[in-house]
Structures are given as C-alpha cells and as structure tokens.
C-alpha cells in the first residue's frame, strides 16, 4: 500500500507569506495528525483529525495555523502570515484506528519549511 | 509536566558493540511506550509499543523494555545500517498525542 505522502517536501517563504502544506494520508485511515519539529526541539504534536472532524487541535501554537481536511481524505496546514519561528519540519502521520498503539502511526516523510 | 528525555543525545559504536539507549519518563497513566527509528530525510518509522512494566519486544538486533519510569532499547552487535536517529514516544490515558524525546543519534562505524 503506498504510505503517507507529503508535499512539498521543502519549502522556502519570506516573512508574512502564506504556505499551504499537503497530507495524503494511507487510504482508509480516519485518523490524520499533524506534528512539527523546530530546530533543536523535540516533536510537537499539533493536531488529530478523525475523518473531516478536528478530535484534537489544542497543540496548535496561535491563530496563524490553519488545518483542514476535505470530505475526510487528504489534509492541509496552511500557515498565513508566516514568521521566522515557525521554520521546522512539519509531519503528517494516519492510522487506522485512533491510538492504535500495537501497529504505531504511519509517518509522511515531512515538509521541511524555513521562513526567511 | 509530562516528560520524556532520551539519553545519550548520541552514540557511536564499534560494528558488533553491543549498547543500550534510555528513555525515561514521566506522565500520568500511560497508554503506551513506541519506538521509532529515523533516516536523514525521513519521517520517524515505527518499530515497537510497549504497553506495561516488564513487558519485552523484539526485532532483529533490537530489544525494547519497559519499567514503570523508563524504557531501554537494547542493540545486539549492530551494524552501519542501524546508523539512524531512535525516537521515543508516549501517549498517554488522556488523548492521542505522543510526547516525544529529543531523540539519541547512533552511529555505527565498520
């Protein structure tokens, strides 16, 4: 089956422009999350949508982030303004079942975004 | 506040030098324990779940334990392609995210 797809895969923006992040997650899979990581930091959860529905989006940092998921299948992360802090690699993850702790979550290859 | 810190930040190896990476961590009611394993460019692949004190997995060279504060992922005389970033996670009781360390950097020289 083909895996989590992401694109772009890089992405380089000027301060206060708008990128728009795409997710195509395994068909099949309700659940979508988002995560990023930033230079040096860990990975931060961002949000978790099941089918077209937000179940979770409290990790998302400030009203700049917008996710959305169309008629439950691919996913997008639109980031309008962008600032300098928000440079990272952000991943898209899906799973079948919410928590599906025995098989883990099925993780994109990510969008590696710097804001100039 | 939830935590999870992995050590060492890196690691390099002898081929056929057996170690063991740490995660240690603290939350309240923990679902589960993964592993994953990440390549330069890639996202982080999933290697194991633990879900209780005590319990072991298993996968070629790599063995994954559990206690009730930190979980041990040991590597059997590894070779160059376990060269990688392994990433630990937990979800907790509350919700579906994972927390995650910052991870520990091996390398593995012939």
């Known amino acids: 089956e083909a895996g989590v797809t992401q694109f772009p895969s890089h992405s380089v923006i000027e301060k206060g422009q708008t990128v728009t992040l795409r997710c195509d997650p395994i068909s099949g899979h309700d659940n979508l999350y988002w995560y990023r990581r930033v230079m040096g930091k860990e990975i931060k959860f961002l949000l978790h949508f099941v089918k077209e529905s937000k179940q979770d989006e409290s990790g998302m940092p400030n009203n700049r982030f917008l996710a959305e998921r169309t008629g439950g299948t691919y996913s997008t992360l639109k980031v309008q303004p962008a600032e300098l802090e928000d440079s990272g690699v952000y991943f898209c993850?899906?799973?079948?079942?919410?928590?599906?702790?025995?098989?883990?979550?099925?993780f994109g290859s990510g969008t590696r975004l710097t804001v100039v | 506040e939830d935590q999870v810190t992995q050590s060492p930040e890196a690691l390099r190896l002898q081929e056929g030098e057996s170690s063991s990476l740490n995660c240690s961590y603290t939350v309240s009611g923990l679902r589960g324990l993964f592993w994953y394993r990440q390549d330069p460019g890639k996202g982080p692949e999933f290697l194991f779940t633990l879900y209780s004190a005590g319990e072991e997995k298993e996968k070629e060279r790599l063995k994954a334990t559990l206690t009730k504060k930190e979980s041990f992922l040991h590597i059997t005389a590894p070779k160059p392609e376990d060269s990688a970033t392994y990433l630990c996670?937990?979800?907790?009781?509350?919700?579906?995210?994972?927390?995650w360390g910052a991870g520990t950097k091996l390398i593995i020289k012939p």
């Open positions: 993850a899906s799973s079948q079942v919410a928590g599906t702790a025995h098989y883990g979550y099925t």
């Open positions: 996670a937990v979800r907790m009781d509350s919700n579906y995210q994972l927390i």
